[in-house]
């Protein structure tokens, strides 16, 4: 039997009622085309294959590798590597029909989930829908709006690309090994109507990554860089970074690059 490993972050999810929740979110049909991030023992794998025509598999554990080519499933096309390094663009436009819907799913390691999320903003472009487990601090920070305590960098830069919604809760007890804290399951949709272009999603990523460098001082300070382009308001130069809008920062993202 499979141990699970620390340095991968490896809880396993054994509640049949949440794997039957977040497989009906995901809500496969034999012409999707999905990859899942880090099966483990194949909680979702199983249901989701009994759904689809074609499953893709993303493992860095190579003793899973070597379980799930050994389990020689059906549709099943188990692919060894790194997440963090994994060309989704590329696997998304392999998609093998232009119906079909492309979707992104799996139990991510806490230890990567921010730098992997962030990585496949790069893809977004060509993914209709993400379906993740993950840590709930995190999911939280995710999807909190403008004003609320956990809003912050994370939540500007996804909420700007993308439409999220917290769809399940998950308690410790749900997998084995239990993990210390609770775990969500978020939906993320690439939205319709984003405009930047690569230079100002950099933009977008200096000023949001500047204005909350201090959490607790004003954006008088925190933004004083680019005081002369951004002619912020009198309110605006006494707000903190968690009080200002992901449209606003978007817009002042526009300006920069003006």
Same mark, same amino acid.
């Given at each position: 039997?499979?141990?699970?490993?620390?340095?991968?972050?490896?809880?396993?999810?054994?509640?049949?009622?949440?794997?039957?929740?977040?497989?009906?979110?995901?809500?496969?049909?034999?012409?999707?085309?999905?990859?899942?991030?880090?099966?483990?023992?194949?909680?979702?794998?199983?249901?989701?294959?009994?759904?689809?025509?074609?499953?893709?598999?993303?493992?860095?554990?190579?003793?899973?590798?070597?379980?799930?080519?050994?389990?020689?499933?059906?549709?099943?096309?188990?692919?060894?590597?790194?997440?963090?390094?994994?060309?989704?663009?590329?696997?998304?436009?392999?998609?093998?029909?232009?119906?079909? *819907?492309?979707? +992104? &799913?799996?139990?991510?390691?806490?230890?990567?989930?921010?730098? /992997?999320?962030?990585? #496949?903003?790069?893809? %977004?472009?060509?993914?209709?829908?993400?379906?993740?487990?993950?840590?709930?601090?995190?999911?939280?920070?995710?999807?909190?709006?403008?004003?609320?305590?956990?809003?912050?960098?994370?939540?500007?830069?996804?909420?700007?690309?993308?439409?999220?919604?917290?769809?399940?809760?998950?308690?410790?007890?749900?997998?084995?090994?239990?993990?210390?804290?609770?775990?969500?399951?978020?939906?993320?949709?690439?939205?319709?109507?984003?405009?930047?272009?690569?230079?100002?999603?950099?933009? *977008?990523?200096? +000023? &949001?990554?500047?204005?909350?460098?201090?959490?607790?001082?004003? /954006?008088?300070?925190? #933004?004083?860089?680019? %005081?002369?382009?951004?002619?912020?308001?009198?309110?605006?130069?006494?707000?903190?970074?968690?009080?200002?809008?992901?449209?606003?920062?978007?817009?002042?993202?526009?300006?920069?690059?003006?």
């Amino acid at each position: 039997m499979h141990r699970a490993r620390k340095r991968f972050g490896q809880n396993f999810l054994q509640d049949s009622g949440v794997i039957y929740s977040i497989v009906a979110a995901i809500n496969p049909n034999p012409e999707m085309h999905v990859i899942e991030i880090g099966p483990g023992l194949g909680a979702l794998t199983r249901p989701l294959l009994s759904g689809l025509k074609q499953l893709d598999l993303l493992e860095i554990d190579r003793d899973l590798v070597a379980y799930w080519n050994h389990e020689n499933l059906q549709g099943l096309n188990v692919i060894e590597g790194d997440a963090l390094q994994f060309d989704f663009l590329e696997w998304a436009k392999s998609k093998p029909s232009t119906g079909s *819907l492309c979707k +992104v &799913v799996g139990n991510l390691p806490y230890n990567i989930s921010s730098p /992997l999320l962030f990585h #496949l903003v790069s893809a %977004a472009d060509a993914i209709d829908e993400q379906v993740f487990m993950l840590q709930a601090e995190v999911v939280e920070r995710m999807v909190s709006q403008a004003g609320g305590s956990e809003f912050s960098r994370l939540s500007v830069m996804l909420q700007a690309r993308y439409d999220m919604e917290l769809i399940l809760e998950v308690p410790p007890e749900a997998f084995d090994p239990q993990p210390k804290v609770n775990s969500a399951v978020v939906r993320m949709i690439p939205r319709k109507d984003f405009s930047l272009n690569e230079s100002q999603w950099r933009a *977008l990523e200096r +000023v &949001v990554a500047a204005a909350f460098s201090q959490r607790r001082k004003m /954006l008088r300070t925190n #933004l004083a860089a680019y %005081a002369d382009r951004l002619f912020l308001t009198e309110s605006e130069l006494k707000a903190r970074a968690q009080d200002i809008s992901v449209e606003r920062y978007i817009e002042w993202a526009k300006t920069l690059v003006e």
